[in-house]
């Protein structure tokens, strides 16, 4: 099974509401970073978190990481319709060494609904 | 700064056939990593590329290869296309800092369709 399990698989808001996804995974890492993937197209990088953090913020975006639960929440506020994607949580793995392998999980579709 | 650049962005190929993607990755960035996306399996890791060497290969067939020339470009070559191998192939680049894998950048993808 995937390393990095998204919960849940699929979310619809309204513009202005407060989006929150969540991300579990199975062993000890260095980092977990999130991407969004708008359809079709590359993924783009929001955010990384380090193993010896807890939270980080960045615009709309924050995340908090939790090792003890092996788990990760990002919440996007004040959602707009551009917002509109697929949301990817990507561990990299402890002890993997610096060779930019990330492992994703399956991804959450967020629907703002205008 | 130009970001990476993948080509083709769409194929159509039969079973049998082979084919050859290529990622140009953003100036300075020295690591090239691929990803295969499927519906049905997500993202899953091909293999990555660090000064023309492959530091780490993920779980595919040997049907799958790469290589890395001295400017960093990559390309990956799938032979004995199958049906299974339709998929959005995603290239990624990155300029290492210590052991930890940082952010990666993301090219459009190359869509390949196995009919």
């Given at each position: 099974s995937q390393q990095g399990e998204e919960d849940p698989q699929a979310l619809s808001i309204q513009e202005g509401e407060n989006a929150t996804m969540n991300c579990s995974y199975k062993t000890s890492i260095n980092n977990l970073q999130w991407y969004r993937q708008n359809s079709g197209r590359g993924l783009v990088h929001l955010i990384l978190i380090r193993s010896n953090e807890r939270e980080k913020h960045s615009g709309r975006l924050r995340v908090t990481l939790d090792t003890s639960k092996k788990s990760s929440s990002l919440l996007i506020t004040a959602s707009r319709a551009a917002d509109t994607a697929s949301y990817f949580c990507a561990t990299d793995l402890f002890?993997?060494?610096?060779?930019s392998k990330l492992t994703f999980g399956k991804g959450i579709t967020l629907s703002v609904r205008p | 700064k130009a970001g990476v650049t993948q080509t083709p962005r769409y194929l159509i190929k039969t079973r049998g056939q082979q084919v050859t993607l290529s990622c140009s990755p953003i100036s300075g960035h020295r690591s090239v990593s691929w990803y295969q996306q499927t519906p049905g399996q997500g993202l899953q890791f091909l293999f990555e590329y660090f000064s023309e060497t492959q530091r780490n290969k993920g779980?595919?067939?040997?049907r799958f290869s790469g290589r890395q020339f001295s400017n960093s470009r990559s390309e990956m070559n799938v032979s004995t296309l199958e049906l299974g191998d339709s998929a959005l192939y995603l290239c990624a680049s990155t300029r290492p800092k210590g052991a930890d894998t940082g952010e990666l950048f993301f090219g459009e993808g190359s869509r390949l369709t196995v009919l």
């Open positions: 002890g993997a060494g610096a060779n | 779980n595919f067939p040997g």
